[in-house]
């Protein structure tokens, strides 16, 4: 990607395109996450490389325009939004790519084999943490409109009403973790120690997909509240 045209083209049509083109990329990395699992889940190492190379290439897509962010971000915006602010979010969104990324390598370095007790509730809580990052991406997409009304109005109560909806999602992901971790606990007999602790760390990072998301949403919650 040439990040740098990318991003110019981008501030040509709005200071806020960067952030969301950011979290495009982001959304389109973590989308890859659930064909990673169904990977895991039927032994088919080919596949698992394939997905991991994709993610991989997503998350670096993401770094670049992050990278050229920082950069080429005016110190003044000309809007009611403070710099810090933008480059704290554009921190945010690339932590969920950053994760994407872990799990990916995780699985790379290690052979780790799903229990067939824990199918089902693995499956569930990848598909909703990818489901939060679908839903910051798209509260991220409202940028332009909050800037046109000044933060205020209509957009940003349907913002808001987005962000309530992110929060719920989140919770959602926190019980279907605890429903795993559980089915977890179930199989410790079964597996080995340093697999139990690969797992642990696996299912937490699965939810810091969710967990990042709302921050995304909760941090443009605060722009509004400014």
């Known amino acids: 990607m040439k990040a740098a045209n990318t991003l110019t083209s981008m501030f040509g049509r709005s200071p806020f395109k960067p952030l969301q083109g950011h979290m495009g990329v982001v959304t389109e990395c973590v989308r890859e996450v659930p064909a990673l699992f ?66 990916a390598g995780l699985l790379m370095e290690r052979k780790m084999v799903v229990p067939d007790d824990m199918v089902d509730n693995l499956r569930a809580l990848v598909q909703r943490c990818v489901d939060s ?53 179930a199989q410790e007999d079964k597996l080995s120690p340093v697999s139990v602790v690969f797992w642990y760390q696996l299912i937490q990072w699965i939810g810091d997909l969710a967990d990042h998301s709302e921050k995304v949403g909760n941090l443009l919650r605060l722009l509004i509240a400014r």
Do not use: H, W, Y
């Open 38 to 103: 169904e990977a895991l889940i039927g032994g088919d190492c080919a596949e698992l490389e394939r997905v991991s190379g994709v993610i991989f290439e997503r998350e670096q897509a993401a770094d670049d325009i992050k990278n050229e962010m920082r950069i080429r971000l005016p110190q003044s915006l000309f809007m009611p939004v403070d710099r810090r602010d933008v480059l704290e979010l554009l921190d945010v969104q690339d932590s969920i790519a950053d994760t994407a990324q872990d799990i």
């Open 133 to 185: 990052c679908a839903k910051a991406n798209e509260v991220i997409n409202g940028l332009d409109e909050l800037l046109e009304t000044g933060f205020r109005g209509r957009d940003a109560d349907r913002v808001e009403q987005m962000v309530n909806e992110l929060n719920r999602i989140e919770d959602e992901t926190d019980k279907l973790g605890m429903s795993l971790a559980q089915a977890l606990f």
